[in-house]
């Protein structure tokens, strides 16, 4: 791994430098000079009697954490004591020795640089990301995140599931998202939205695959207000799945293995990152306990939840509420007909119920997955279109499919920066992912 | 896997069926019944003497294939010789007797269905997408598509990068598109875009994590012309990777051993989707073949291509003739200053040159990488700017992180859909994902 010479920053003579190993690979018992390259993340003088006088103690850091070196040459000292932090350098170190050193690029002064923050519920996290991405707190939650991509590509390829590329415009997509606003975009002079759920596309990719699911980019403009939640973004990822010829219970049971599968690669491939976090992870014990919306009612309005609306989702402090309640993931199944999406299928035996639900994490982190099986034939979704007053020359493509034979479905999706933030145990969802959109707030 | 009873399409006694097995697993041979669910693919009323008279001869689609079924009873026959093709059924089967039938969602007559579908160049294939999708065709290039999906991240897992969550909107990307338009977006009164490279992010996220990677969405409005090219799509997706902290060489390599890896993952996983596919692939060696760009005008001016600019890229017909002279990916290095994006590095001892690269497809199928070692020093980066007359203001985000320590760093951009296309020998790259969106074309 060559660098190059950087004149413009070389302050010894131009070598070219290859960096031999990362920190955490660095051994002082080496024979050979090893070069290390990361930032200066900090510094003192210090006494030190064995050099007889004052040291310069450094701290490096890379993306494998931090170490310290101790410089007792004069130039070096020199070289080193006034740079800024978060400065990039090169040291070439034989064992305790500092052979040489390089500025790759200097830093200005950092006012939010990563050896200063203490504080991480702070927004500043999301205006000054790119100071803040450097943390080894941050560091950690996104190895979690790798392996969650890992953990579930696995287990979808391990149960049959084929990975789709997923839609990014759509001229019709969920219109279901509370309160939320979708984003237009003019698509070669018709007006298309940028996807905020790819249900419609997941039934049209089963009548050819049958198990499929994509990591989806979802944005939804959620009123500003709702960065208090701690778990809104303006964009985020979905792990969207669906399935042809099975039923809510079967989506709910997929739901389950998948979650059990990710929270157990985590707990045992992510040890050192979850230690940082200082958080535990218990698995939970399938099947996971079962609500109906009903039984949620009730247990909310025993706790003094006042005036909640029979037809409608419950508002977020209810279901905060509910999450508190439990310490383990658990279900709320079969909304009332007339709170959710179109899709959602209504029950042909119970017209009152919808055969649909969500998983809530515990501990009061909240919605984790929200899915149902499908209405999949032309006249009932035509009618729900109907009376949701949704004007169906929009969905004229989806509704001509239906006409060409779609199977019963079911199918769910997961939000990946929220299991994020409830594997991480994090306050705030904006720290889950590298480049949050937060609600209102214009960061990188 | 239960499949509810559809009052409405149901046409014997309600029963609650389960799929036991796909038609690739059904055997005759079975002692107890099937229950086989799919779509009815074709039919034909066919003499059988062993029967005694007409029967039905019936073919099933599943996502694992096609089947023939003979009905000989003639309720079923009657149910089955009038029903629509493309219409979703419920078969229930013991050995070669069909035991019970159950419609399970009626079709209209298609004037597109996937049995007659042979003209895979039409524009119809998006238009029709609902109905292309479910030919066995489709089927065969996403399921190489999911092996390219998988085999990726085991390469990346095993060299120790970090999948990242891709930005979807940014205050500022890629300018350096040639031709097309960005999709603009109101972020909550600030004008965003659709992000159409994440370079920017990478640069941010490397100083974290130092190997990162992503599957990018991009969106580019590009020229309804280049449709004719086979190659442009409105939306696709990047494998977009970046590492500190090594040269251009050094990302040349990484991208072949990449290539590599998912080409014989797919030429031993995929034998069954390449065979219907007509394709054969040949694993290329590495190092691969280096051109610089300077090379590659020489070839092109001998071959006749008149006025060729020193400072812009190649046309795509300059490129799709290079393209054609090799049999084997090969490079094209070292663009002229001028040429392409600010951060492209320009090379400190060739002032003229730019330290980047492109990978050619051979046999016509054209651009394949695009990439560069980084420019990563403030004062570079906004001299490189000013001189593409780039808006400073809107890249401030960036500007005030260059001068906070990042990295040298080289990486790349590996279009997917163009790897899918390639991989599989397709004329037109919207053949290469499953919800294509083409320069023009009005599509789900």
Same mark, same amino acid.
């Given at each position: ?198 249900? #419609?596309?997941? /039934?049209? %990719?089963?009548?050819? *695959?049958? $198990? ?7 944005? =939804?403009? @959620? ?67 079962? #609500?109906?919306? /009903?039984? %949620?009612?009730?247990? *909310?309005? $025993? ?7 029979? =037809?409608? @989702? ?131």
């Amino acid at each position: 791994m060559n660098i190059l010479t950087e004149k413009s920053s070389t302050t010894l003579k131009s070598t070219v430098w290859r960096k031999t190993c990362f920190l955490s690979e660095f051994s002082e018992k080496a024979a050979s000079a090893a070069c290390l390259m990361g930032w200066l993340h900090d510094r003192a003088l210090v006494p030190d009697p064995t050099f007889g006088g004052i040291v310069l103690r450094i701290t490096l850091r890379d993306c494998s954490g931090l170490r310290d070196f101790v410089v007792t040459t004069k130039p070096f000292i020199d070289l080193l004591s006034t740079l800024e932090y978060e400065s990039v350098i090169a040291i070439k170190v034989l064992g305790k020795e500092i052979l040489d050193v390089k500025i790759l690029a200097r830093a200005k002064p950092a006012i939010f640089s990563p050896k200063v923050i203490t504080d991480f519920s702070t927004i500043d996290l999301v205006v000054h990301r790119p100071l803040a991405i450097r943390t080894e707190r941050m560091k950690a939650v996104l190895r979690v995140q790798d392996q969650i991509f890992t953990s579930a590509r696995q287990f979808f390829h391990k149960e049959g599931f084929c990975e789709l590329r997923p839609p990014i415009l759509s001229p019709a997509t969920d219109p279901g998202i509370r309160g939320a606003i979708g984003a237009d975009v003019n698509f070669y002079g018709k007006k298309y939205k940028i996807t905020t759920s790819m249900i #419609l596309y997941k /039934q049209m %990719a089963i009548c050819s *695959l049958e $198990k499929v699911y994509a990591f989806s980019p979802n944005v =939804r403009l @959620e009123p500003v207000k709702t960065r208090q939640t701690g778990r809104h973004l303006a964009e985020f990822c979905q792990i969207d799945v669906e399935q042809a010829f099975i039923n809510y219970h079967d989506a709910m049971a997929l739901a389950e293995r998948l979650l059990v599968a990710i929270l157990s690669d985590v707990k045992s491939n992510c040890q050192k990152e979850l230690k940082l976090l200082e958080r535990s992870l218990t698995i939970p014990t399938r099947p996971f306990k079962k #609500l109906t919306f /009903q039984e %949620a009612l009730n247990i *909310l309005s $025993k706790a003094g939840f006042k005036q909640l609306q029979q =037809r409608k @989702e419950l508002p977020w402090e209810a279901e905060k509420m509910l999450s508190n309640t439990f310490d383990e993931p658990f279900w709320v199944t079969e909304f009332p007909y007339g709170s959710r999406g179109f899709y959602d299928r209504q029950d042909p035996n119970r017209p009152a119920v919808l055969r649909d639900f969500d998983l809530l994490y515990p501990a009061g982190f909240g919605e984790a997955i929200s899915g149902s099986e499908r209405e999949y034939l032309y006249p009932r979704v035509k009618k729900r279109m109907l009376e949701q007053g949704l004007p169906l020359d929009e969905y004229s493509w989806y509704l001509d499919m239906l006409q060409h034979g779609v199977p019963p479905s079911a199918g769910f999706g997961l939000g990946l920066e929220r299991l994020t933030r409830y594997i991480c145990g994090l306050e705030n969802i904006w720290e889950a992912t590298a480049f949050p959109k937060v609600p209102g707030v214009h960061s990188p």
